[in-house]
């Protein structure tokens, strides 16, 4: 499936605007997710935007809430927050320039691909991609992106230019209440010589490859294991969109309901305790 851009602009150095767009570097479908099912019915869960003494509400009818005292919100239409209007929403201007390794890791928070959008665009992207290499520099600038103004970094990797978002100060936590009961005495000389010459022993290039998600080839195991297990409990959605239907929703208490109708005898007291459970989990959510 070929990459779609999650966002298109200008990125700016000085008069140079140079037409790119943005990819995700990583993959979302690259590891295991689930979706939740009732088992008495075998359908989907689905999660509702409701209102208590209401029930279910429309889109349309949500206002953005702004806590201003104890349960007291000042209301905000979506439009208004909208009409905002940042520079940074089509334009990634490099504003400032620092060392390749003057940036603490902890800020770093998700990484991106740069590409230029055509090959007119191509000169001028280079020219900045070589010109951050040579230097030794990594650029910062903003951008507006998914609702939210980012703090970026923009260095040269490979044959282009990659993005990664950093948080902003005051996102972070301070350090020093969970440092500050660390006593500052040296380590031991003899056990320090020790930890370095191991350190120096297991020093390698870096390469992610070396790396398994032991967790997730576990997971597949198991997966696989109980697809070919014919007694594996399995379920069909036939017929359940799954949330994307034009609203016509099987209520789930409704869905509860039915299943002790149809359940006699001896299940149905598992009938009941699904009921149980599952009303549960809806209030904790």
Known sequence: MASRAVWK??????????????????????????????????????????VAGVGPVKSDEIMKGYEIGDDEYML?????????????KKTLELVQFVGACEIPPLYFDKPYYIVPTDELAEDAYRVVRDALRQAGKIGLGQLTM???????????????????????????????????????DPADEELLDVATQLIERKTAPFDAANFTDHYDKALRALIE??????????????????????????????????????????????GAAAKKGTSGRKKSA
Request: hydrophobic share 35%; aromatic share 4%; with cysteine.
């Open 9 to 50: 602009g200008q990125l700016r150095l000085s008069l140079v605007a140079i037409p790119v767009e943005i990819h995700s570097a990583t993959k979302s479908g690259a590891r295991i997710s689930f979706r939740q099912i009732h088992e008495p019915t075998g359908k989907r869960i689905r999660y509702e935007k409701t």
């Open 76 to 88: 905000l239409d979506p439009e208004e927050i909208d009409a905002i209007k940042l520079e940074t």
């Open 225 to 270: 294991a109980k697809r070919k297990n014919r007694k594996t409990k399995r379920a069909t959605t036939s017929g359940d969109d799954g949330g994307k239907g034009d609203g016509n929703v099987v209520d789930l208490m409704a869905a509860l309901k039915e299943s002790l109708k149809s359940d006699k005898g001896g299940t149905k007291a598992k």
């Open 146 to 184: 998914r609702g939210k103004e980012h703090l970026c970094a923009i260095k040269a990797s490979g044959d282009g230019l990659v993005m990664e978002t950093l948080f902003y100060a005051d996102e972070l936590k301070a350090a020093d209440p969970l440092f500050h009961g660390i006593e500052d």
